[in-house]
């Protein structure tokens, strides 16, 4: 009995570590959740991301745009700014964010903290200045407070505003989803016709650009490699940061995951289903018409890459800031 419970011990260790081995070799990483977190600086962040104060109208907040109740993005084809302007490009997640090698699909901003100061001062998004935002969140005690518990000293500035922001959106990291779990030994978590749209996702050639922790986000691609991307979108990727022609129609790829919940798709917003954007990405990037069949298999296998969703309540400002009145928007 006892050697039978050795060989029982060893043959399951022996199934884990071949488990182990075959995920590490997987083109697709376990997302993980986020370490280093200034709690202090997060909370901050959080009350601005949420706040509309930061807006010209006094109406709008990073939330609007990355409504983190719908996958971190505004699920329309391009977002409505200030004075209700529709916007050139579709919002990409904030989710997993973190993860991405740049921000925006162009990559014109290196980090989180440089992305978070342009939507402010941008007058087609939030339509306001920086001095301006600053003034506002100076002239909230509740703010000021927290500024000089988490910086040292009641200044506001908006490289603490952005550095608050680029925080809480780090903690927007979504672990935990099927196919992670199948990733990490539990076979059981896919079904068989998810396994088989995993596999032909990798046997079609997806994961070339659709690789790493966030499915995505870490490289740059022409869009239309093999047959042009027709839009009249007016967007021209990397090319309108670089200069170079060579880049035209360059974009950074987007993370899969929780792409079940960030309809519509593509920079401009084109593919309103995921069937759909899989057809066009067979056809225009890897030159391979996908069945029916197929395409519902990869379908499948995309929703497993939801993971948990961010939890927490709305946050609500100090009563001092609460009893500051609301400023008329600026005109």
Not at 5 to 32: C, D, M, R, Y
Not at 67 to 86: E, F, Y
Not at 131 to 137: E, F, I, N, Q, S
């Amino acid at each position: 009995m006892k050697k039978k419970t050795i060989a029982l011990t060893l043959s399951l260790a022996l199934g884990f570590l071949g488990n182990f081995q075959a995920n590490a070799e997987e083109p697709i990483s376990v997302i993980k959740a986020p370490v280093g977190i200034n709690a202090g600086l997060a909370e901050l962040g959080k009350k601005l991301y949420f706040d509309p104060r930061l807006s010209k109208s006094g109406f709008i907040s990073c939330n609007s745009c990355h409504n983190l109740s719908l996958g971190g993005t505004d699920n329309i084809p391009t977002s409505v700014g200030d004075k209700w302007q529709q916007g050139p490009i579709n919002a990409p997640t904030v989710l997993n964010s973190s993860l991405n090698v740049a921000q925006f699909w162009d990559g014109r901003a290196a980090d989180l903290k440089a992305q978070a100061g342009g939507p402010i001062a941008n007058p087609g998004e939030m339509g306001f200045t920086h001095d301006l935002a600053v003034g506002v969140v100076a002239s909230i005690p509740g703010y000021v407070n927290e500024f000089k518990a988490v910086f040292g000293k009641p200044d506001v500035n908006i490289d603490g505003i952005t550095q608050a922001i680029a925080e809480f959106e780090k903690t927007l990291v979504t672990p935990n989803s099927r196919f992670d779990k199948w990733l990490s030994g539990d076979k059981a978590a896919l079904t068989a016709d998810e396994a088989a749209g995993y596999q032909i996702f990798k046997e079609s050639g997806c994961v070339a650009c659709h690789n790493g922790e966030a499915v995505g986000g870490n490289s740059f691609q022409k869009l239309g490699l093999v047959e042009a991307y027709k839009t009249n979108n007016p967007a021209e990727g990397r090319a309108a940061v670089t200069g170079k022609d060579a880049d035209r129609f360059n974009f950074k790829v987007p993370t899969l995951r929780n792409v079940e919940l960030t309809y519509p798709y593509f920079h401009d917003g084109a593919a309103n289903t995921l069937p759909e954007a899989v057809d066009t990405m067979g056809r225009i990037q890897l030159g391979k018409t996908f069945t029916k069949v197929e395409n519902a298999k990869v379908v499948a296998f995309l929703k497993t890459l939801t993971g948990d969703q961010p939890s927490f309540l709305l946050p609500i400002l100090p009563p001092s800031a609460d009893a500051t009145p609301r400023p008329t928007p600026f005109k």
